[in-house]
């Protein structure tokens, strides 16, 4: 007689269960990737088509409006948690259009601080308006209770490394 024949009935349930509840957790994963990156795929065309611009630059133009007194690089870089070369690329674009302004930290000569200018304040409006109202239109079918319920859920999701 193998070990296997002392395993009981509710045992048996239970590894079923499991193993329906680890299928249904790889759906769950599985569904998020696949609404995630249909919506930013469709962020990333309306930003391309209304404002010739990038989800990444709207990105940075964000986390500069959340900073008025402006951002050095290396923090810029660890609030989008990319590369500083990502970003340097990014900034310099948006220097070149007029949207940021970029000054040397005082006391260290390589840090350098970037900030929104009045026209970037503007450019980042008018693109938060839009993205604002472009989520509202993709994610219509979700009503007020839905959207309650959908984030309770979303936040039994341990995020050991604080990415919420």
């Keep these: 007689m193998s070990n296997n024949a002392n395993v009981t009935d509710q045992e048996i349930s239970t590894d079923a269960v499991d193993t329906s509840i680890e299928k249904q957790k790889l759906r769950i994963w599985l569904r998020l990737l696949k609404v995630s990156r249909n919506i930013e795929a469709e962020l990333r065309e309306r930003f391309r088509l209304e404002f010739a611009s990038t989800l990444p630059r709207f990105d940075v133009l964000a986390a500069l409006d959340r900073a008025p007194q402006g951002l050095k690089m290396s923090q810029l870089s660890s609030v989008l948690k990319v590369s500083n070369g990502?970003?340097?690329?990014?900034?310099?674009?948006?220097?070149?259009?007029?949207?940021?302004?970029?000054?040397?930290?005082?006391?260290?000569?390589?840090?350098?601080?970037?900030?929104?200018?009045?026209q970037?304040?503007?450019?980042?409006?008018?693109?938060?308006?839009?993205?604002?109202?472009?989520?509202?239109?993709?994610?219509?079918?979700?009503?007020?209770?839905?959207?309650?319920?959908l984030i309770e859920l979303l936040d039994h999701i341990d995020m050991p490394r604080g990415d919420a």
């Design 120 to 149: 970037g304040q503007a450019h980042f409006s008018d693109m938060a308006k839009a993205h604002s109202q472009w989520l509202n239109e993709l994610m219509s079918d979700i009503d007020q209770n839905d959207a309650a319920v």
């Design 86 to 118: 990502n970003v340097t690329g990014i900034i310099d674009r948006q220097v070149n259009d007029g949207l940021v302004v970029r000054a040397p930290v005082g006391g260290d000569k390589r840090a350098m601080m970037v900030k929104l200018t009045e």
